[in-house]
């Protein structure tokens, strides 16, 4: 065993070995190599520990939102169904889209000259706020007054991998760090127990775009999402192969702690003891993560009320579980629910049927879920985020250029919906508004570097000064080579 | 000026170096890195702030916009750089106090002042500047080096006042170079081996094993997981379906380069340009799948053109920073911020790529045979050349007799209609037809007109716009044209036509099969980017009766962008001509001939069993795709014209007008980088960090190298004494003082130098992803020792699989290749395998150059709880339990298997005290530990075998 002055002695070299890991810059993370070139590393201090990337860490100024959960409904849900209310796109339902939507555009399915097509669904002023909503989304409209929905979102992807790539790490291509990865790199963890970020999936499928919108891209690969799983292990190998008990692993791991601490001694590589911690974690994390999402042990009134069904995978058991995690300081929680594509090609996709049901599905639990962080006090400082990756065409699909027999949108990047909540944004307030028939965003855009920018503001980040170096720049979420302003008429 | 370098970024206390006298300011040194640091962001490639730029040395020697000069050699004085950087005033002072609200300090001002005054000079970056051979420096104790590479770090480790460490022992030596060369540890046996040659002479001994390992197979498979990921490998096309993609013949390939030593400069000219070499061997064709391992976007509705060019750019990047390390992707929107690389250079480049037949087609076109039996490749790849040649010299034959006819006249139609009647086409005022409205993918058009004899019929394809600037549209493709004679009374006669003559042929569609049904057929596909012309040849001239009208019907079936949307005809024109060369050219017998050669060679061709995989195939001359300039790196707002070329940066020499070009220059004597960057990577793999570290960016925004002399001196031996062989070089790497260091360390050298970049001390490194598995599998005693083939599917969790729109599923290989090698394992991009994701494996996505080697808790839970590593472990226990029937020789030597040393005293007493403990546990509360192995004495030593293969030990080499 070495004693506590060899430890911390291990602990400061550690610290030195790492230094290439986690750098001192703009953040006190990034611009080493200029720091290098310069000649000053020596002199740079470091922000947090590197052997523990997910130690908590300051911001550039005091956060309104701790932690963020994000609802992701992956397939792009129709506003025009939701939250776009458009009275005139009634009066041309039927009647063919006019040209000046059409010319130059480019639509994934839709062909010549498509009928515009009204809301299928009744809209009526809800809460307090009066904000506009349809009828399809009656537990919901209870919480309207602590949401703020921005209704004038676009995106310039109109498929789905490459615009929810977008939404999620600033650029459509595959290789660029998820918005949980730059929260977590930046802020770590309260809970060194747990992965500092998960993502949970429903409907199932994972993303169109794969995990890379989960993924750290560019970023060291310990930030990227935690996909936990419903059924089977939470996290992957998380429970004791069977046949070893929690006993036998403990009698495994104390041995393994010594013979690695007399290789520490004998070999002096201070990756060996963070090795030691590592494997104490991962036992650690065995008990809390699979504490965390034992749901079964919620009484009965929280069940009701988020309509979980324990042993399941479901939207439902994801939303607990997302309060459950808040609850342990994760950082950055991403659900993404599959299934909201709906272009009429069938009774699955089709706005008066398969959409409903995809309603149904969330429409408790999220209402449950705001309103239990609320009264647990976690809604101030937990940021919620429900969109898809684009929204869907006033006009009705025709695919092939025939009518077909189900009523369904094509994508539309032009224009979509997107609401938050908690975290330091406006409660009951509406934002940007889309032109008469519901086609472009018309005042206030909003694109997905807006959104960044303004969730890093949130957290406690200047945007622009929270980089990492690669390929010979210093990028961020927000993408370099994009403009991004941050929303602060929707911050409280 | 390379022999300048200190190796500031060691930032090793060492005042000797640092407090050193400077004769001369060094530019590249001193001067260059204050510029990045504080001058060019705003003053650089990207931005000019003022006008005033400091990447090239005309631009700092000119006038800002203030009109005074920005710098004066020799004369401080006058050089507005100096006054800016000095002065009080807020509204002059440099860097803007709004950004910088502390100015320059007085050292780095004194350092710009004397720069100066000595007279400003220049000096390119180190990395742009051809590598020379270095001096081999004195060391004091000759006795030391084993290579020349020991000449250089024993030296500076003598500067430093630091020894080398002593040999490292024999056994932990060869468990390292046997993981660094082969991937995998050796067995027992080998180490007794080497232990018993290595008494008698250690050096014999370590040569003998270093030529064993070289020489085994699994030298190539580990090797080619290195080249695989700057190759992007995966078995999947990525993105939304992720669909599943044949190319591990591509990775046989490279595991054999690696295996038959092929040189660096081959290998390069193979995998770049293997189609354009004049006369390819038959695995050459298979190697160009390198730059097919792009992804391919099959999602409905995605633009064909904008991911081919998303294709393109990658391959722009991913060659840039595997052979040269230079960050060559910042360059598609803007000039380099920091390098001097001009924005016009990124597309004078990428036009090198940009003359590839492969459109993002959901089917990977095109392909290349891979035969079943290796003994008919060469047959296949000549075969598909033959095939390729004859079809383009029949078309281009009767092109040039389609080029003589020069009296067309307008086919005028009195009525044009389309089916479905959503769509509309019409003839315009001069004669162009165009359609409008909604014209779904099989949409028809039919044009009637009077008749007027005809020998040959010119039919254009036309963008909508004759702005060549605009042009980029959506495919356009007439899949079957019929024509009739009708007669007033409704009576038709067909009009039968020999061949449709193309004014080039390109993409995946022949132009004759216009006169058939099927998508295939005349037109562009799937982008339209230029004017098409097309002749139909009728088989006897036309001589239609009075009052005969002509109808041409034109049918719709492609479709393009992710086989969703139309490639309907939305500009095209119809020409008429009487001049009868064609018809009688075409009727030569000679022609008919040719055709049944052609014909003959398809069936050649096909009756060759084999599978198909994506490669490179370059488009003819004819058919180049006019490479503009996009403003601002967008596709969609072009430039002007662009010549195909190499950066200016490497000077006159550097030029190239296709793939083939480029790739000897990539590998040849004028390419400063290539091989600087390939022995920094191979030294990288064995020390664990590069001398450059940044192993993807050797350019002024990477780290500098730790010993410049040596890194020019590996990179000129592996080149010009090796020529490019990578065996020999590494075998050097392999035996020399340096790398056969022990690695164990103390405090003292730790604080001193934490992270070994002087190497006074051997190399220590956590094993890759791929090593976790393939060692578990050596020492379990389970590997199945197979070289190539499929994609196998070791056990991974249920439900990981999930990509939408794709049925394909995980089936768990059973058998042998339940225990092949990790570079086997199937690699989906959106779904990685679990384990070799947390072990840092890339996921495939684009190129990468480095590694960061992570320490996780989710590693713990992979190498204890995975049930893939838990067979490992039964496996290793069986293998104990034969050992002996005693318990403590048990124990040792499961210890002794994985980490290749007899344990001592109070290790055995560990796994003793485990396996007791365990036992007890066991007994008391046996729950289902029969799952780990029929008597509780097997499963405690289960549980033991699972603690040695988690053992730091283990997991280092």
């Known amino acids: 065993m070495i004693d506590a002055s060899q430890q911390l002695q291990h602990d400061h070299l550690q610290h030195q070995t790492r230094r290439h890991f986690l750098h001192q810059g703009s953040l006190g993370l990034a611009g080493m190599w200029l720091a290098s070139q310069s000649g000053t590393v020596s002199a740079a201090s470091l922000a947090k520990d590197p052997a523990q990337p997910f130690a908590p860490a300051p911001s550039h100024f005091a956060p309104k939102a701790k932690r963020v959960i994000y609802l992701h409904m992956a397939g792009g849900p129709s506003q025009l169904e939701l939250f776009d209310h458009k009275p005139e796109l009634t009066k041309y339902d039927g009647k063919d889209c006019p040209a000046e939507f059409l010319e130059g555009k480019q639509f994934a399915f839709i062909q010549g000259v498509p009928k515009m097509l009204a809301s299928v669904f009744p809209f009526h002023q809800a809460g307090q706020s009066g904000q506009w909503i349809s009828d399809r989304l009656p537990h919901f409209e209870k919480v309207i007054d602590e949401v703020c929905v921005i209704k004038s979102m676009w995106s310039d992807q109109f498929n789905h991998a490459p615009a929810q790539l977008l939404l999620h790490t600033g650029s459509q291509n595959p290789g660029s760090p998820s918005a949980g990865a730059w929260t977590t790199y930046g802020l770590g963890s309260e809970n060194q127990n747990l992965p500092g970020f998960i993502a949970l999936t429903s409907g199932g499928k994972n993303p169109d775009a794969g995990k890379s919108v989960w993924g750290s891209g560019f970023l060291p690969s310990v930030y990227q999402g935690v996909q936990c799983r419903s059924e089977g292990d939470p996290v992957l190998f998380l429970g004791n192969p069977e046949g070893v008990s929690r006993n036998l692993r403990r009698r495994s791991l104390d041995a393994l702690s010594e013979l690695n601490q007399r290789i520490a001694t004998e070999v002096g590589d201070p990756e060996t003891l963070t090795r030691i911690a590592q494997y104490e974690m991962a036992f650690r ?36 579980l997302a309060r459950r995690l808040a609850e342990r300081g994760v950082r950055f929680i991403q659900l993404f629910d599959w299934g909201w594509d709906s272009h009429g090609t069938g009774p699955n996709t089709d706005l008066r049927d398969g959409f409903v049901k995809k309603c149904q599905e969330i429409d408790q639990p999220i209402a449950a879920l705001l309103t239990d962080l609320k009264q647990r006090g976690l809604l101030d400082d937990t940021l919620v985020i429900w969109s898809g990756e684009f929204g869907r065409t006033p006009m009705r699909e025709n695919r092939g250029g025939k009518t077909m027999r189900n009523v369904g949108r094509d994508h539309h990047p032009a224009a979509y919906s997107l609401w938050m909540a908690g975290g330091g944004v406006k409660p009951g307030f509406s934002y940007g508004e889309t032109d008469p028939l519901g086609y472009e965003a018309a005042i206030d855009p909003v694109s997905a570097h807006d959104l960044h920018a303004t969730l890093m503001q949130l957290l406690g980040f200047d945007h622009k000064r929270f980089t990492y170096p690669f390929q010979g720049l210093e990028q961020r979420l927000t993408n370099v080579t994009k403009s991004s302003r941050i929303l602060h008429e929707v911050i409280a | 000026m390379i022999r300048k370098f200190l190796a500031l970024i060691l930032a090793l206390p060492v005042a000797s170096t640092l407090a050193r006298e400077e004769p001369r300011i060094d530019f590249n040194e001193q001067i260059r890195p204050l510029l990045t640091k504080n001058c060019t962001t705003c003053h650089g490639g990207v931005k000019k702030a003022g006008d005033v730029s400091f990447l090239y040395r005309e631009d700092v020697l000119g006038k800002g916009e203030s009109g005074r000069p920005v710098v004066v050699p020799g004369k401080p004085g006058e ?272 036009t090198l790529f940009d003359q590839s037949e492969d459109i993002d087609q959901n089917n990977d076109w095109p392909k290349t045979k891979v035969a079943h039996d290796p003994a008919r490749q060469g047959e296949a790849v000549a075969l598909e050349k033959e095939i390729a040649t004859t079809r383009k010299a029949l078309n281009n034959r009767a092109r040039e007799v389609a080029g003589q006819i020069k009296d067309w006249s307008l086919f005028k139609s009195t009525s044009a209609a389309a089916q479905p009647d959503t769509g509309k086409v019409a003839q315009n005022d001069q004669g162009d037809f165009l359609s409008s409205g909604t014209n779904p993918t099989r949409a028809v058009f039919t044009l009637t007109g009077e008749a007027s004899p005809f020998a040959a019929l010119r039919f254009q394809i036309l963008p909508l716009s004759d702005d060549p ?50 998508a295939s057929g005349f037109g562009e596909f799937p982008t339209m980017k230029q004017p098409r012309t097309a002749w139909l040849v009728p088989t006897e001239p036309v001589v239609p009766a009075e009052g005969d009208q002509l109808e041409l019907t034109i049918r719709h079936a492609a479709v393009c962008n992710g086989n969703n949307q139309n490639c309907v005809l939305r500009r095209f024109s119809v020409e008429l001509s009487n001049d009868p060369s064609l018809v009688s050219f075409l009727n030569r017998p000679e022609r008919a001939a040719a055709w049944q050669t052609l014909d003959e060679l398809r069936k050649r061709y ?6 198909t995989i994506p490669v490179m195939r370059e488009r003819s001359e004819a058919a180049r795709r006019p490479t503009r300039l996009f403003i601002r790196g967008n596709r969609s707002t072009l430039d002007e014209l662009v010549q195909p070329g190499l950066p200016t940066l490497f000077g006159e020499k550097a030029k190239a007008a296709d793939r083939l070009d480029m790739a000897r220059w990539l590998v040849g004597p004028d390419n400063p980088l290539a091989a600087r960057v390939l022995a920094n990577r191979l030294w990288a793999s064995m020390f664990g960090i590069g001398l450059v570290e940044t192993l993807e960016d050797f350019g002024s925004s990477g780290t500098l190298p730790s010993h410049p002399e040596l890194l020019d001196h590996l990179a000129l031996r592996l080149r010009d004494h090796h020529q490019w062989h990578l065996k020999p070089f590494l075998r050097e790497i392999a035996l020399s003082a340096t790398y056969g260091q022990d690695n164990k360390t103390d405090s003292s050298l730790l604080q001193r130098d934490p992270r070994n970049r002087l190497l006074a001390r051997g190399p220590r490194q956590r094993l890759t992803a791929e090593m976790v598995r393939d060692q578990a599998l050596v020492v379990s005693g389970l590997l199945t020792e197979q070289v190539g083939g499929k994609p196998v599917y070791p056990p991974q969790p249920d439900g990981i699989w999930r990509s939408v729109y794709n049925g394909q599923t995980w089936t768990t290989s059973t058998g042998p290749d339940r225990y092949r090698r990790a570079i086997y394992t199937y690699r989906k991009r959106t779904s990685g395998y679990p384990a070799f994701l947390t072990f840092d494996a890339p996921t495939g996505d684009v190129c990468t150059a480095r590694r960061i080697a992570t320490n996780t808790p989710l590693q713990a839970l992979v190498t204890l709880n995975d049930p893939a590593h838990l067979e490992f472990a039964q496996a290793l226990a069986r293998r104990m339990a034969a050992h002996a029937p005693d318990l403590p020789p048990r124990l040792a030597h499961g210890w002794e298997i994985v980490t290749l040393e007899v344990p001592d005293p109070e290790t055995l007493d560990t796994l003793t005290r485990l396996y007791q403990d365990a036992l007890a546990e066991i007994k008391a509360n046996p729950g289902d530990t029969a799952k780990l192995a029929d008597s509780p004495e097997q499963a405690a030593l289960v549980l033991v075998a699972n603690t040695i293969l988690n053992s730091d030990a283990a997991l280092n080499r």
């Not at chain 2, 007669?487 to 006169?515: C, H, Q």
């Not at chain 2, 096909?606 to 599978?611: E, L, R, S, V, Y």
């Open chain 2, 469 to 518: 600037k605009q042009w980029e549209e959506q495919g356009a493709v007439a899949s079957q044209i019929e024509a009739h004679l009708v007669k007033s009374d409704g009576s038709r006669t067909v009009i039968s036509f020999s061949e449709v003559v193309a004014d080039f042929l390109a993409g995946p569609y022949d132009p004759n099969d216009s006169l058939k049904k099927g």
């Open chain 1, 285 to 320: 994390m065995q008990m809390h993560a699979s504490e965390a999402f034992d749901i079964s042990k919620e009484p009965k009134h929280v069940h009701e009320a988020y309509a979980t069904q324990p042993g399941r995978e479901s939207f439902a058991n994801n939303c607990l």
């Open chain 2, 606 to 611: 096909q009756a060759i069993p084999g599978m």
């Open chain 2, 79 to 350: 050089s507005e750089l100096l006054r800016r950087i000095r002065t009080d005033d807020p509204d002059d002072r440099m860097p803007p106090p709004d950004h910088h609200p502390e100015p320059l300090p007085p050292g780095d001002v004194a350092l710009f002042e004397k720069w100066i005054a000595q007279g400003a000079e220049w000096g390119d970056h180190w990395a742009y500047v051809k590598p020379t051979e270095p001096a081999r420096p004195e060391v004091k104790d000759p006795a030391w080096p084993r290579t020349s590479f020991d000449h250089f770090i024993l030296a500076r480790l003598e500067a430093e006042e630091l020894k080398p460490a002593p040999p490292a022992p024999p056994a932990d030596w060869l468990r390292r170079v046997s993981l660094d060369l082969t991937g995998l540890p050796p067995t027992l046996e080998e180490r007794d081996a080497f232990e018993t040659a290595a008494a008698q002479d250690l050096e014999q001994a370590k040569a003998e094993a270093v030529d064993r390992l070289l020489a085994s197979p699994t030298y190539g498979e580990h090797l080619a997981a290195m080249w695989l990921d700057l190759a992007r490998y995966s078995d999947t096309f990525g993105l939304e379906k992720d669909p599943h993609r044949d190319i591990w013949p591509y990775r046989d390939w490279v595991i054999r380069a690696f295996n038959e030593d092929l040189p660096f400069d081959l290998f390069t000219i193979k995998q770049l340009a293997g189609d354009l070499i004049e006369d390819p061997a038959p695995d050459d064709l298979i190697a160009t799948a390198f730059h097919r391992n792009t992804q391919n976007n099959t999602e409905g509705g995605t633009d064909d053109e904008e991911w081919r060019m998303a294709a393109v750019m990658d391959r722009v990047s991913t060659t840039w920073t595997a052979w040269n390390a230079t960050t060559f992707a910042c360059v598609q929107c803007h000039s380099h911020p920091y390098e001097p690389i001009p924005h016009e250079d990124y597309y004078r480049f990428l």
